[in-house]
């Protein structure tokens, strides 16, 4: 059975699955779940991913939600994914769970609620927030200096010294992109 990705193509995590997907030859079915006409809150899309937000996937009976899980399930489920996406040496993949995690907890949360509260607002039915904006920019701001100083601080055009991309670098440029989508 082909591997469904249930995704909205404005969404930042969505594009990171989908591009992983694509970039690895693995097989799979796009399910669009459109974010602006709330299809995500559906009973039907709740039985796929209860905490109703995209991505999710389905290969086979196993049902997967959350980005970076995805992209963790994808690179070890799927033969023929390069090493490099998702190391088998313990030491980097930590490394690569921690760009995961401060990816989360800072630069997501920058770019999202810029975009929200700047430009998307309205397609949602939601008044734009100029105040929440301004607090966004500068978390975006601090979140994009960390990256700078911390996680490209090493040789390589990659985070952490890479030579060659890994997920946490396909999580963190679909986040900088969602920046160049809606505000150019």
């Not at 799927?78 to 980097?92: L, R, S, T």
Request: hydrophobic share 40%.
């Amino acid at each position: 059975m082909k591997l469904k990705v249930y995704a909205d193509r404005m969404s930042q995590p969505s594009r990171a699955a989908l591009i992983f997907c694509k970039v690895n030859g693995i097989d799979y079915e796009e399910i669009r779940v459109d974010i602006s006409k709330r299809q995500h809150l559906t009973p039907e899309f709740a039985e796929i991913n209860p905490m109703q937000q995209v991505p999710a996937i389905v290969d086979g009976r196993f049902k997967l939600f959350e980005s970076h899980a995805i992209l963790i399930y994808l690179a070890c489920a799927f033969p023929g994914v390069a090493d490099h996406w998702y190391p088998a040496d313990v030491f980097k993949r930590s490394k690569i769970h921690s760009v995961l995690d401060w990816h989360h907890s800072n630069l997501r949360r920058g770019p999202a609620s810029y975009v929200r509260n700047t430009t998307l607002a309205p397609a949602l039915g939601l008044p734009l927030n100029p105040q929440s904006a301004a607090e966004a920019e500068k978390f975006l701001s601090s979140s994009l200096s960390k990256i700078e100083s911390v996680w490209l601080k090493d040789n390589g055009p990659f985070l952490l010294g890479g030579n060659q991309p890994s997920i946490a670098d396909l999580s963190l440029a679909c986040d900088i992109l969602q920046l160049e989508v809606y505000l150019s």
